[in-house]
């Protein structure tokens, strides 16, 4: 799969979070040509506050795999430029690469991963941003066109404008 086809599962995955009231944000982790984690932001449904896409798409990922060796990278695609601590579990899971479609200015992480030195446990992956953004931030207008008043909107209008 290429970044862009990965970033675009990663759009549908949102597509699917926003029908349910959610925030547009979607993620997928892939390993050799296969999806094995993928998920939309769950703030709405759960309640709770460390629901994000990508952290979620991880941890799904992180339970098939296990300790086992990887035949191949494990890659991460997300609508939404990944948050720090996202960008910090994509280290600790050994990402490789991470794509993603539209910048959060406010609290994006591809920044700090840039800049972070290479460990062995805690290496950072090779950052891609960009991809099919104006559709990402096309799924941020609609929603910030349905959503009512409240925080989450706020920050997505930010988000649909940039």
């Given amino acids: 799969m290429t970044p862009d086809d990965l970033v675009a599962a990663a759009i549908e995955v949102a597509e699917e979070g926003m029908a349910r009231g959610e925030l547009p944000i979607g993620a997928v982790v892939e390993m050799g040509g296969e999806i094995i984690g993928r998920a939309h932001t769950q703030d709405v449904a759960s309640g709770r506050r460390l629901v994000h896409a990508d952290l979620l798409a991880m941890t799904e990922a992180d339970t098939r795999l296990g300790w086992r060796d990887r035949p191949h990278p494990l890659r991460l695609a997300v609508n939404l430029e990944p948050c720090l601590m996202c960008m910090g579990a994509a280290m600790a899971l050994k990402v490789t690469d991470v794509y993603y479609a539209l910048e959060s200015p406010s609290d994006g992480g591809a920044a700090v991963a840039a800049s972070w030195p290479s460990h062995p446990w805690f290496a950072p992956p090779a950052v891609t941003g ?17 959503a009512p008043e409240s925080g989450f909107r706020t920050w997505a209008l930010g988000l649909a404008t940039s």
């Fill in 130 to 146: 960009g991809l099919r953004r104006d559709e990402a931030r096309d799924q941020f207008r609609r929603y910030c066109d349905e």
